[in-house]
Every structure is written in C-alpha cells, then in structure tokens.
C-alpha cells in the first residue's frame, strides 16, 4: 500500500509522522511524507534520513491554524497535488483538515491532533471570535471530504464532533512511541517540556510555584528566560531524551492536551508524572499519573513538594508510568491505522 502523508514540522505532529511512518514499513505500507510548516532543521532532517519514509518534501509555509494562512494553504495544496500525481498513491492520510478537501484521487484520512476552537475554549476559557470563522469552513470542507476522521483519543474526537458534526466515519486510535535509549539514574529535579508562551503548556504556572519546591524545575521549550525556573530553551531531540531520562518527576498541568506525546516519551523514561486534570490525560493515564487542576496552583504546589520529599513515592510511580506507557507501543499505534486504511480501501471498491 502506497500512503502519502502530511505533517506539520512544529510540534508532537512530526514525531508522530515519523513513528508512525517506521511502524508502518514493517506492514508493507510505503509512506511518502510532505512535511509542511516551519523549515527542517538540522536535527530533523537528521530524523528523517534515519526514517524508513520512502519519499519526503518539505515546504516552509503558513499553517491553517496560524494567522491569515490561507494563501499559502491554497499554494500547498496545488503542490501536494502535484506530488500525488506523480506517486499516485492508494491513500492520502492528511494530519490536518483544510488539504483533506483537495481534490484528490485517492481516500483521505484526516488525524486530528488538535484544534483552534477546542483550544480556545479549553485555555481562553470561551468559544473562538469571528476571526476563525475560516478556520471553522475549512476545517468542515476538510472533513465532509474525508472518508475516515481520526484522533488520538475519545476525549479529542468527542470535541471535534460537537464543534464541526463531521458525516465520516470516526475512530480513535493511540500514539505510540518506542523509547530506545539506555536508562540512567534519575536524579532530583523537576522537568516540563513545551513553548513557554503557550498557554495551553500552563509553564508559568509551574514557574509559579518552583520557588517553593526543593527541587530544581527546569523547563525546555521555545521561549525567553522565566523567573524561578531553568529555562533551557528550545532542545535538540537527542538532547530532549537525556533530559528525560535523567529527570525524576515530569509536570505538565496542561490546561489542553489532546494526548500528549511528551508525556508517554517520560513515562517511557521511568518519570512519576504530575499531569492537569483534563479528560484526555485521564483516558491516557488512568492510574498511572497525579493529576492537579491546571488553575490550582496551590495543589499544584502541594502536590510537587510531597514528591519531592518521598523519593519511594516517586519510584513507585515512576514504575506505574513505564509500565502504561509500554503498553503504547509504535506496533499498537500502526496496527489501528492499518486496520483503518484497510476499511476505507474497501470501502471505497463497494462504492465504485
């Protein structure tokens, strides 16, 4: 099977298109990837020569989510056409929504990460303004085009149902990732990962409360200096993987989080997790995390410096987050799209 996929290079979206991409090869499903969005860096273009994919392209280019993108969206998708045409691929599986409505000739899947109007309401705490409204168009195009809707949990596909009524069929199926580094000792200190500035991270609100932990808190993600924190700026990926492994307590209060990749890539390292109490990290993580609610700083707090006291309690959970996150295994995650890619080929031969 011949499968052309899109991801976006800012964020959990490209990890995933790479793993996924590896797990699929061992099933006999060839992926080309289009990777659209901020230009490859060096460490990335370093992760894709090490990838199975067959084919990539890349494409600095404004993103739907982003400002007024809707030039370059227009412009991308007359060259992802361009691209299909020439690989003339069984299945387009798009990690967005606006390119699910191209005119393809192919079955698209669409994988929904995330969304403005969900993280609006989830961070802002009301529904998006009238400036999103072709946001909201495109994402329902993409939608009433695509022959499968995707997310990565129940929690975010519910959302996208309320807001946008999609007619396709619907499915959750979970990341995966496969953590191949060597363990070392954890050592005292408290790591968040995720760009300082977005608010749905809710960083600030763990640099609020450092100042009281005896432990260090050092952060890595994009964005300026923040007081009470060891803010480490952006990370390379290599570099990203030794801070997990030697970090003992992993915090993410997210006020939205759709699945969070960060979090299973330090649960595969052994970190007692400290995540928000939203419904995506709890259908992820059942019992094998804390939870705080992200606007409670004061439980939040309260929370970190008890585990920072018990270093068994931090063990003991840390051995309860690898041994959930190991269930998420790369194999699991492409088995389910498989599954999926398989339904929507034969789907589409009744219907021819």
């Known amino acids: 099977m011949k499968v052309l996929m899109t991801a976006d290079t800012v964020g959990g979206v490209w990890t995933y298109a790479l793993e996924l991409a590896d797990a699929l090869a061992d099933r006999d499903v060839e992926v080309s990837l289009v990777a659209l969005g901020a ?28 400002s007024d993108p809707w030039a370059d969206v227009e412009r991308t998708g007359e060259w992802l056409l361009d691209i299909a045409g020439e690989l003339q691929p069984d299945l387009v599986h798009v990690n967005g929504y606006a390119h699910a409505a191209l005119p393809w ?38 939608l009433a085009s695509a022959s499968l809707l995707v997310a990565p ?42 760009r300082v500035w977005d608010e749905a991270k809710n960083v600030q609100a763990l640099a609020r ?14 964005g300026g200096p923040i007081a009470g924190v060891r803010a480490v700026g952006f990370v ?5 993987d030794v801070l997990l492994a030697r970090a003992a307590i992993f915090a993410a209060p997210a006020r939205y989080e759709p699945f969070g990749l960060a979090a299973l890539e330090a ?6 997790l400290v995540l928000g109490d939203i419904p995506s990290l709890r259908e992820v993580w059942d019992a094998a995390a804390l939870y705080v609610p992200p606007d409670d700083e004061e439980q939040l707090a309260h929370i ?27 194999e699991r995650m492409a088995n389910g799209y498989v599954r999926e890619y398989q339904r929507v080929l034969a789907s589409e031969q009744v219907a021819a």
């Open 304 to 330: 970190l410096d008890k585990l920072t006291r018990d270093e068994r309690e931090v063990a003991r959970l840390g051995t309860r987050a690898r041994e959930r996150a190991s269930e998420l295994t790369p």
């Open 267 to 272: 649960g595969l390292t052994g970190c007692a």
């Open 153 to 194: 949990t129940r929690a975010m596909l519910d959302e996208l149902v309320r807001l946008y009524e999609p007619a396709c069929r619907r499915t959750v199926v979970l990341n995966g990732r496969r953590w191949s580094h060597a363990r070392v000792a954890k050592e005292p200190f408290v790591l968040a990962a995720g």
């Open 209 to 222: 409360v450092a100042p009281r932990l005896d432990w260090p808190v050092v952060v890595a993600g994009e």
């Open 39 to 66: 230009p490859l860096d060096a460490s990335k273009r370093a992760q894709l020569r090490a990838s199975r994919v067959a084919r990539a392209y890349a494409e600095p280019c404004a993103l739907e989510w982003m």
């Open 105 to 142: 000739e192919a079955p698209v899947v669409a994988v929904g990460h995330s969304c403005v109007l969900s993280w609006h309401e989830a961070v802002r705490g009301r529904p998006a303004g009238p400036e999103w409204s072709l946001y909201r168009k495109a994402v329902e195009c993409g």
């Open 236 to 240: 390379p990926r290599l570099e990203a």
